[in-house]
T-cell receptor
Framework: DQQVKQNSPSLSVQEGRISILNCDYT??????FLWYKKYPAEGPTFLIS?????DKNEDGRFTVFLNKSAKHLSLHIVPSQPGDSAVYFC????????????FGQGTTLQVKP | SQTIHQWPATLVQPVGSPLSLECTVE??????LYWYRQAAGRGLQLLFY??????ISSEVPQNLSASRPQDRQFILSSKKLLLSDSGFYLC??????????????FGNGTRLTVT
C-alpha cells in the first residue's frame, strides 16, 4: 500500500522556467510533509517542509504547496537551474516528532541549459 | 557542525553471508538514529529507528537486525543475506526532538548487492 505517491518518474524543464513536482498521499492523518533532494551516490538532503496547518511554505526559489482536501503536495522551483537536476522525494509523517517518514518513489528532474 | 559517516559505500556479498553496516554521527549527543532502505524503483522505507542506546524499534519484519552499542553509533546486521536484501541502505539522524526545524539528515548510503 503506497501511502505517498509520486506518479511522474521524470520531468525535464528548460533553465529559467518553473519546475513543478507533484506528490499525492492517501493517509489523512499525515501532519508533516517534506521534500528531499538526492544527487547520485549521495544521501538525500533536506530541502523544505510544511506542516498540515499551512498551505504554503516558501524558501528562496523553492515553494511547497499543500492541498489537504485533494491530498496533494507540490514543489515549485523558480527559476530552475541546471544544478537543480536531481531526484526529488516527497515524504510524510503521522508522528512527526519521531522522524518516521514515509517516502514517495522519487521524481528525476532534469534542467536543461 | 554535525556530520554522519556511513560505510562502506558499496558492498557485494554472496547469499548466505553475514552483513554489518556501520553508521556514526558526530557533533551531537543523544540523536535519534534511523536505517532506511531503497529498493530498486521504490521510495525509501524505514527499517529501524532508535531513540537511545540499546533501544531499537523495528518497522518491518525482515532478515535484518539493528543495534546501538553507543550513543552515536548505529549498526545494521544480518546473519545470512538473501537476494531480496539488495538495495541502497541509508543511515539518518535527527535531533532528540524531531520537528519542523530538525529534519532527518542522511548519510551517503551503502549500495548492497547480494549475488
Amino acid at each position: 500500500d503506497q501511502q505517498v505517491k509520486q506518479n511522474s518518474p521524470s520531468l525535464s524543464v528548460q533553465e529559467g522556467r518553473i519546475s513543478i513536482l507533484n506528490c499525492d498521499y492517501t493517509n489523512s492523518m499525515f501532519d508533516y510533509f517534506l521534500w528531499y533532494k538526492k544527487y547520485p551516490a549521495e544521501g538525500p538532503t533536506f530541502l523544505i517542509s510544511i506542516s498540515s496547518i499551512k498551505d504554503k511554505n516558501e524558501d528562496g526559489r523553492f515553494t511547497v504547496f499543500l492541498n489537504k482536501s485533494a491530498k496533494h503536495l507540490s514543489l515549485h522551483i523558480v527559476p530552475s537551474q541546471p544544478g537543480d537536476s536531481a531526484v526529488y522525494f516527497c515524504a510524510a509523517s503521522v508522528e512527526w516528532w519521531t522522524g518516521k517518514l514515509i517516502f514517495g518513489q522519487g521524481t528525476t528532474l532534469q534542467v536543461k541549459p | 557542525s554535525q556530520t554522519i559517516h556511513q560505510w562502506p559505500a558499496t558492498l557485494v556479498q554472496p547469499v548466505g553471508s553475514p552483513l554489518s553496516l556501520e553508521c556514526t554521527v558526530e557533533g551531537t549527543s543523544n540523536p535519534n538514529l534511523y536505517w532506511y532502505r531503497q529498493a530498486a524503483g521504490r521510495g525509501l522505507q524505514l527499517l529501524f529507528y532508535s531513540v537511545g542506546i540499546g533501544q531499537i524499534s523495528s518497522e518491518v519484519p525482515q532478515n535484518l537486525s539493528a543495534s546501538r552499542p553507543q550513543d552515536r553509533q548505529f549498526i545494521l546486521s544480518s546473519k545470512k543475506l538473501l537476494l531480496s536484501d539488495s538495495g541502497f541502505y541509508l543511515c539518518a539522524w535527527s535531533a532528540g526532538r524531531f520537528g519542523l526545524d530538525s529534519p532527518l539528515h542522511f548519510g551517503n548510503g551503502t549500495r548492497l548487492t547480494v549475488t
